[in-house]
């Protein structure tokens, strides 16, 4: 089992509220990214971070903020949620040991519903 | 323009049968492959990956195949289990590009006890 954990596993929250959701690791991963995904389909970046203060845009316009100010730790930030937001957050870790290796560990995911 | 993507988006099969799950790329400079397999209600998990110098690599009860010449990943499953269902992912990662794997569409297994 991968040691990396999201909270809350699921949240239901009206239009235009702020949320955090949060993604902790205890592998010391250096890498760490953030996904959106719909039921049953592909992953879309986000965001990601190669270290501590350091973050990155994904492919994704998500609307979305991110920080890195520990290495265990990469909280997601949506200043005010809206219906399109609805989806699955799914966060994963990984770490740079070799050049190839880019084997991911993912958490639960957060289903989040904006009403 | 370029992508991953899978053949089928559905695959049912018996118990005990083996399972081929299809996988195109388009990126012929894609050096890196891996197969995540993702659980109703849970993130995916790691399956095995292969690198671009292999055309084939096993696990337990898994068998990853590249075909480089026609851009063609397979993930074969022996001795289908229920524990197998679940929807499988294919993921590439490009050659000299970030470390970052792009992720195809999903295809759900489904295995009929």
């Known amino acids: 089992e991968a040691d990396i954990y999201q909270t809350p596993r699921y949240l239901v929250i009206g239009t235009g509220k702020k949320i955090t959701l949060e993604c902790s690791q205890t592998m010391g991963h250096d890498k760490m990214y953030w996904y959106q995904q719909d039921p049953g389909m592909e992953l879309h970046l986000i965001h990601y971070?190669?270290?501590?203060?350091?973050?990155e845009k994904g492919d994704l316009s998500s609307e979305s903020t991110v920080s890195r100010i520990r290495t265990e730790h990469f909280p997601l930030t949506l200043e005010s949620a809206r219906p399109s937001h609805t989806s699955q957050y799914l966060c994963?870790?990984?770490?740079?040991?070799?050049?190839?290796?880019?084997?991911?560990?993912f958490g639960p995911g957060t289903r989040l519903t904006v009403t | 323009g370029e992508s991953v993507g899978l053949h089928l988006p559905t695959l049912s099969v018996q118990e005990g049968d083996n399972s081929i799950i299809n996988c195109a790329y388009s990126?012929?400079?894609?050096?890196?492959f891996i197969w995540y397999k993702q659980e109703s209600g849970k993130g995916p998990q790691f399956i095995i990956d292969i690198r671009s110098n292999m055309d084939k690599r096993q696990g337990q009860r898994v068998t990853v195949l590249l075909n480089k010449t026609v851009k063609h990943l397979s993930l074969q499953i022996a001795a289908t289990q229920p524990g197998d269902s679940a929807v499988y992912f294919c993921a590439e990662k490009r050659t000299g590009g970030s470390y970052i794997p792009t992720f195809g569409r999903g295809t759900s297994l489904i295995v009929h006890p």
């Open positions: 971070s190669y270290g501590v203060n350091s973050t």
């Open positions: 990126n012929s400079a894609s050096d890196y």
């Open positions: 994963a870790s990984s770490e740079s040991k070799t050049p190839w290796g880019v084997e991911q560990y």
